[in-house]
């Protein structure tokens, strides 16, 4: 029994699909049109939901530039030429995929940037401490010999003739 409640929750899962917000009467007469309206639909933030495309956006504003994006289809306007319209008049944050130039590649590099920044430091760090760190300097003789005494007298009789390698 509980195999098949799973299974019938997955099957109803695979099937029931977010609405698209679209309303009947947005919808443009020609099917070619409609498919490009809903294409760039995709692409195109709502100002409101931020997250969501206009096409899946419920909100009025994301309404309003549904009609306009087809409004602009209708008077011949090509996909980039809507795209441009809309990004003069909204700003690039409109796109759900905003483009490579200007402050974008700064925005997109910086964290790449730290990260660099960061480990050149880090490596800079590393080189000046190993720079400071003395090296061993060799036992004396009378070093030596104490420290034969020393081990001889804790129980390591069988210490080795050269205590310099130990």
Known sequence: MRAAIALSLLALTLVV?????????????????????????????????????????DAPLARDLRLLVR??????????????????????????RPTWHGANVLLWGAPFAVLVIGGF????????RAATVPAAAALSAEEEARLRDVLATHGAGDAPADVTKV
Do not use: H
């Not at 490009?36 to 206009?54: F, G, H, P, T």
């Open 121 to 128: 430091g880090l490596w800079v760090a590393y080189r000046r």
């Open 71 to 96: 409004e602009r289809i209708t008077a011949g306007d090509t996909d980039r030429e809507v795209l441009d319209y809309l990004v003069a008049r909204y700003g690039e944050f409109v796109l759900m």
């Open 17 to 57: 699909r977010p609405a698209a917000a679209v309303q009947p009467d947005e919808i443009l007469p020609d099917p070619v049109q409609e498919t490009r309206a809903r294409e760039l639909s995709k692409e195109l933030r709502c100002m409101v939901c931020q997250n969501q495309s206009i096409d899946d956006s």
